[in-house]
């Protein structure tokens, strides 16, 4: 099975996604199952993997529903108030959905570095195991040493680095993303999405041979077996099309075995999400 591990639905509206800016139109319409569907046919990939772009209870939902209604979306990324009292109350009532697979929450934008930390968000992520949900771990590199922190103290709980901890690509910095990432890939229970490289990049400028550092940097640190392919759609859109996002990484693993290939394209996702 091929599976693209990470992409995005919404309904557009100003309101609910005021991140989208005005250097960003191309991003400002819906975008549903219909549109990605002969995306994923046309580059071979079986499924994929939808991930909330909002921190609601009501986009979990609706997305799961998008799931019922899709058989090509394996899986759900949702959003649960991991901080909140009422956490018990919200994994009952979405946990025992088959298709919802893990859960998110918008790190990057929390004005508080070490939010990861605080206890009652560590509470949370201390119950998941329990439902069977894996958890994305939604960085800038800053938070990575936050993140081994994390890491490290739930070593029964699966971890995925999304978007490789959005290095700055654009300006070529490597450090101190590179030392950062290959100490949080220390741990065996944190996986790596290869996706949202073209975001990081100079938009629509961008040659492959940029992403070249960032991607041997994630293929030493975590291994063909712990990494896997995602297209950040349509975020991706801003700064190249589906296709050639994908092709940024099956032009890098081509010097993989057949095996492992098919464990980045795919294998790896399904095990680590547990889709069938």
Known sequence: MR??????????????????GD???????????????PLLAIEGFDGS????????????????????Q?????????WVDLCSTELPTQLERFAGHPKLV???HIVQGEPDDEFMLRPEFRKGIARLAGYGLTYDLLLYPRHL????????????????????????IA?????PWSRDIRELARFGNI????????????????RAEDFRPYVDVVFEAFGPERVMIGSDWPVCTVSASYAETIAIVKEYIRKFSEEQRNAILGGNCAGFYGVA
């Open 171 to 175: 300006d070529g910095v490597l450090e």
């Open 102 to 104: 893990g859960v998110r």
């Open 3 to 20: 599976i693209d591990a990470h992409q995005h639905f919404w309904k557009y509206s100003v309101a609910e996604y005021e991140w989208i």
């Open 145 to 168: 040493p936050v993140a081994v922190k994390l890491v490290r103290e739930f070593p029964k709980q699966p971890f995925v680095l999304d978007h490789i901890a959005k290095p700055g």
């Open 70 to 78: 899709n058989d090509f979306v394996k899986g759900v990324v949702g």
């Open 23 to 37: 250097d960003m139109p191309e991003l400002k319409r819906d975008f549903l199952p219909r549109d990605l569907k």
């Open 49 to 68: 993997i939808a991930v909330q772009a909002r921190q609601s209870l009501e986009e979990t939902r609706w997305l799961l529903e998008l799931a019922e």
């Open 191 to 206: 996986c790596c999405k290869v996706s949202g490289m073209v975001t990081e990049a100079r938009w629509k400028r961008w």
